[in-house]
């Protein structure tokens, strides 16, 4: 042989070698593009087929809401737009006033605390003022009956959420002795 044809001989080797390297390990119509994941560099992904099994269905339905504690509010959405100004909205306390001492009450006498006197079968009084001149009604109020309150007994410390009864006039409903009749919303007693 020639030393041009050996020339020639190793030159297309050379050329065969370069072009079977060029399209690396895999061939050209089977390479697909993936973004730059740092695991798709160093693993390649396997491609799956759609005519596999069916997944495994592991959750059947969402999970439920954890509770929530008392003291949290909850807002119902206002999905109705009003036209004009808000009328005001009653503020309502999260949870109970604690009030040291024996006697309180809030101005407007949505809660009481004081000690209860049973003066008759299922009739009882509150008194939650030390003397009656430390309120507009007298610091004593007639308890409406309710089956919560048969469990008090004369002396009991107690706490109670609600309203006076209100009469047709508008006035705080009385009893026969004066004294206003209080509708008990909620009751906590404090000490027997």
């Known amino acids: 042989m020639t030393v041009a044809g050996r020339s020639s001989l190793r030159s297309t080797i050379v050329a065969c070698f370069l072009v079977g390297m060029q399209p690396g390990c895999g061939s050209l119509g089977s390479h697909l593009s993936y973004p730059d994941d740092p695991v798709l560099l160093s693993r390649k992904p396997i491609e799956g087929r759609a005519d596999g099994p069916e997944p495994l269905l592991l959750v059947l339905a969402e999970p439920a809401l954890p509770r929530l504690p008392d003291e949290a509010y909850v807002m119902v959405p206002n999905r109705a737009k009003r036209a004009g100004p808000a009328s005001p909205v009653a503020a309502l306390p999260v949870s109970r006033r604690k009030t040291p001492g024996t006697y309180g009450h809030a101005t407007d006498h949505s809660w009481l605390q004081g000690i209860v006197n049973q003066f008759a079968p299922g009739c009882y009084e509150l008194h ?25 007994r004369t002396g009991d410390l107690v706490s109670v959420e609600g309203d006076i009864v209100q009469g047709e006039d508008g006035l705080a409903e009385q009893t026969g002795a004066g004294v206003p009749e209080y509708r008990v919303r909620e009751l906590w007693l404090i000490q027997h």
């Open 128 to 152: 939650y003022c030390e003397t009656a001149a430390d309120d507009t009604l007298g610091g004593n109020v007639h308890l409406t009956p309710d089956p919560r309150l048969a469990s008090l």
